[in-house]
T-cell receptor, first 116, second 109 residues
Framework: DADVTQTPRNRITKTGKRIMLECSQTKGHDRMYWYRQDPGLGLRLIYY???????NKGEISDGYSVSRQAQAKFSLSLESAIPNQTALYFCATSDRSGTRPYNEQFFGPGTRLTVL | GEDVEQSLFLSVREGDSSVINCTYT??????LYWYKQEPGAGLQLLTYIFSNMDMKQDQRLTVLLNKKDKHLSLRIADTQTGDSAIYFCAESMGYSTLTFGKGTMLLVS
């Protein structure tokens, strides 16, 4: 079973609709992240959470919100979707409590979102 | 702000060596990373290097770091078709968030 799962894997929606993307992890990691990937633009950080009570904006948080419902769950919402939010969205986790001093992140398989 | 730049595309023949280059601007970066994204999948850490190192070798992979020029490279020896993927350079200061480059698509034919 995958350690980091994302649902749905694909979603097509219309402009103005509210959308929620969900991420769950069984790795026991404390830190979780949401990124979007666009061709030619690479990976950009939307929001991140270092623990259940900690939420931080990333590089491109406008138009998005997040909720950390539990250590294992981190959801991303688009309150009113627009076409330029069409992208591939990734959730990732990392473990600060471990012994590694570097930030190895573990990624989910991605959600492909299309906003018409 | 921090910026990480890399070329977008590289094509090599099977059996040749591949060299993917990256430049970064943040002089306080302490860790530099190479992540690999295979088609239809998320990213996976390939290797990393601490900023006080010049080189790191791991089987077919060699990472070179020129801290003075803020230049990082990834060399893949004896490139195979299974190495076809997008390779992302990234940097962080300690355990802070990562800043990724735009990714280099490696095509092995």
């Amino acid at each position: 079973d995958a350690d980091v799962t994302q649902t749905p894997r694909n979603r097509i929606t219309k402009t103005g609709k509210r959308i929620m993307l969900e991420c769950s992890q069984t790795k026991g990691h404390d830190r979780m992240y949401w990124y979007r990937q666009d061709p030619g633009l690479g990976l950009r950080l939307i929001y991140y959470s270092f623990d259940v009570k900690d939420i931080n904006k990333g590089e491109i948080s406008d138009g998005y919100s997040v909720s950390r419902q539990a250590q294992a769950k981190f959801s991303l919402s688009l309150e009113s979707a627009i076409p330029n939010q069409t992208a591939l969205y990734f959730c990732a986790t990392s473990d600060r409590s471990g012994t590694r001093p570097y930030n190895e992140q573990f990624f989910g398989p991605g959600t492909r979102l299309t906003v018409l | 702000g921090e910026d990480v730049e890399q070329s977008l595309f590289l094509s090599v023949r099977e059996g040749d060596s591949s060299v993917i280059n990256c430049t970064y601007t943040d002089s306080s970066s302490t860790y530099l990373y190479w992540y690999k994204q295979e088609p239809g999948a998320g990213l996976q850490l390939l290797t990393y290097i601490f900023s006080n190192m010049d080189m790191k070798q791991d089987q077919r992979l060699t990472v070179l770091l020129n801290k003075k020029d803020k230049h990082l490279s990834l060399r893949i020896a004896d490139t195979q078709t299974g190495d076809s993927a997008i390779y992302f350079c990234a940097e962080s200061m300690g355990y802070s968030t990562l800043t990724f480059g735009k990714g280099t698509m490696l095509l092995v034919s």
